[in-house]
């Protein structure tokens, strides 16, 4: 912004011819993008194509077909001249200067327009000769223009994704050379560093087995642990050891092997685990003695069963026997002489 | 799956993929040890482009985690903690983002190491895949889980051993027995760089190509492309023809294996194929900063801020129950030295 004021505040009139120059070429270069037949209003008339009959109706195809091969073969034909907007556009504006200038000076329309169609077709002629080589270096400029060389306006581009952040391959020849040599380096020192995921081998499991003998009981755990936290308060070699298992302990644990080392999580462990077993020797008490319960009931009924049984069937004997004597006209059995008693 | 019982106050709402039909299995059929499955979540609010890198990172841990895992305002830590026993995961993986750095929580439950990393940089998936000009995305990209190498980390300092174990353990071990090379389509790099103390993460898909093959050939038999024979007389010069290979394919020497059985429809056994790597996924530059010993809670005994010395916490001195053992000078030495060795041979 600096730089600007100070351009305007040094020389007057220079600057600001450069200023209307550069904001003129920036409007030449908007409306070159334009396409002619947008830019510049359309003088030929319309055919009313619905209103004709069958027969000029495919006279007109025809001949608009042929008219459109021929402007596109015009297009890209490189002899031929391509008017750019711009240069049609000046055409124009000529020919309209030449218009009014004509209108003024005389009354004749045929005139004029024999006058502008001179002109303007001397003017293909001209361009006509210069062709290639304008052509080419319009291209250039072009191409210029677009990559940004002028410093012109920033045009945004947002309907490119940026794909690659790659540098271009051309920067990569040059430092690929010096690039790979310390890569080389870096491999071989790295590779002596190495250290993998865990792979399992079939000699581990053996050594795995092996040392599950030796768990300790919790009692035994607890024990070890009360020695441990007396030997951490150890005034001379405390430290130490503090810091020793505690390195060993947090690699252990991090390996997933578990580290038993807090006397009041083992005593707890300790204190519920006896709760269960007491709670556990409690509920096999009472099942035992409801068993119990539960046969000798059964027992009792079984013989008071049985014993009834056994009174029936005698019942039953005896009335049988007693039944075979209830002859009519008699009472029973034969209690002895009257007689008898004496 | 799993029933427990949650807390009106803290209801974590928890979707994970295990409670599909297909119950994904806590312990691997093949190899009998526990399959390390992850929650990755945060305890804050996010910024969008965070969200994002833990998607990202959620879609890198896949299958073993729970892609699409709602966490509520109001769920704590602790509440994480109670569904993951149940359920099996054994890693957390957290994102803070505070004023002042954004940082990666890489913790083991149930009261395991907690590290933490502050990333200094990050780059989301998304503005990878628009960086290069093929992306490629197979369907069944993220049904397997990734391999992992680690470079540069040394086995000398404590720190850098922990946090290859701790990066060794998020996935599960690979049987090379059993395993199926078409299986192995990921892979995650860390590199440690010594001098500037920084650990780089990538993230990158494995594709196979057979080495040796002409362009035109290989084309042919991926896609069954028809290829255009207009200019030429005879089968036999499409064939033929020699075609210069891409750019790359001179380079390296090094990146050629031999592979042991098929895979796909180009790469046939026992021949050279080039393993290619392209990048997927984050990409991420980040610093250890802190160890802790317990999930988030516990001593530190590694602080970034400390040059690297480990210092204990005065918390872990402090528990209600202390026996202290009245022994004498020279019976404690010997207790000592037999808890040690005791320690030693079990955590072997």
Known sequence: ?342 | MGRFKNNKKGRVNVKPIAMKKNNQANVDHVTGDKIPKSFVFSRTKLPASVKQLQMDLRKLMLPYTALSLKEKKRNTLRDFLNVSGPMGVTHFLMLKKTASALSLRVARTPQGPTLTFKIHQYSLASDIAQSQLRPRCPPDLFKNPPLIVLSGFGTQELHLKLATIMFQNIFPAIDINTVKLSTCQRLVLLNYNKDTKLIDFRHYSIRLQPVGVSRRLRKFVEKHEVPDLRNLQDVSDFVTKAGYGSESEGDEEGATVTLSSDIGRVNRGSTKSAVKLQEIGPRMTMQLVKVEEGLCSGGIIFDESENGDEKIAKKKQNEDSEEEEGEEGSEEEEGEEGSEEEMDEDLE
């Open chain 1, 1 to 342: 912004m600096a730089k600007k004021k100070e351009k305007v505040v040094d020389s007057g009139l220079d600057t600001i011819k450069s200023t209307v120059h550069h904001h003129s070429e920036f409007f030449d270069t908007l409306v070159e993008l334009i396409p002619a037949r947008f830019y510049l209003p359309d003088e030929t008339e319309r055919k009313w194509f619905p209103g004709l009959s069958k027969a000029q109706k495919a006279r007109a195809k025809r001949k608009t077909t042929e008219n459109l091969k021929k402007a596109r073969r015009d297009r890209l034909d490189p002899e031929k001249s391509a008017l750019t907007t711009l240069d049609l556009l000046k055409q124009k504006i000529e020919k309209e200067k030449k218009k009014l200038s004509n209108v003024v000076a005389e009354d004749d329309d045929d005139d004029d327009d024999d006058e502008s169609e001179e002109e303007t077709d001397g003017r293909k002629a001209k361009s006509d000769s210069v062709t290639y080589e304008e052509l080419r270096q319009r291209l250039h400029r072009k191409i210029d223009e677009l990559k940004g060389g002028r410093g012109g306006s920033e045009r945004p581009r947002s309907h490119e994704k940026r794909k690659k952040i790659v540098p271009n391959k051309r920067k990569r020849e040059k430092t690929v050379e010096e690039e790979e040599d310390k890569a080389k380096l870096d491999v071989e020192e790295a590779a002596k560093d190495l250290t993998y995921g865990y792979v399992k081998i079939d000699d581990d499991e053996e050594h795995g087995k092996g040392s599950k003998k030796r768990r300790l009981s919790k009692s035994r755990e607890l024990e070890r642990a009360l020695k441990l936290e007396a030997a951490k308060k150890d005034p001379e070699k405390g430290e130490v050891i503090a810091k020793k298992h505690s390195w060993q302990a947090a690699t252990s644990r991090a390996a997933g092997i578990k580290v038993h080392d807090d006397p009041k999580l083992l005593k707890q462990s300790i204190h519920k685990e006896k709760k269960r077993q007491e709670k556990n020797a409690e509920k096999w008490k009472e099942r035992v003695e409801g068993q119990q319960k539960v046969r000798v009931e059964k027992q009792q009924k079984r013989s008071g069963n049985i014993a009834e049984r056994i009174e029936q069937n005698k019942q039953r004997k005896i009335a049988k026997r007693e039944k075979k004597l209830m002859r009519p006209g008699f009472e029973g059995r034969k209690e002895g002489v009257i007689n008898d008693g004496k």
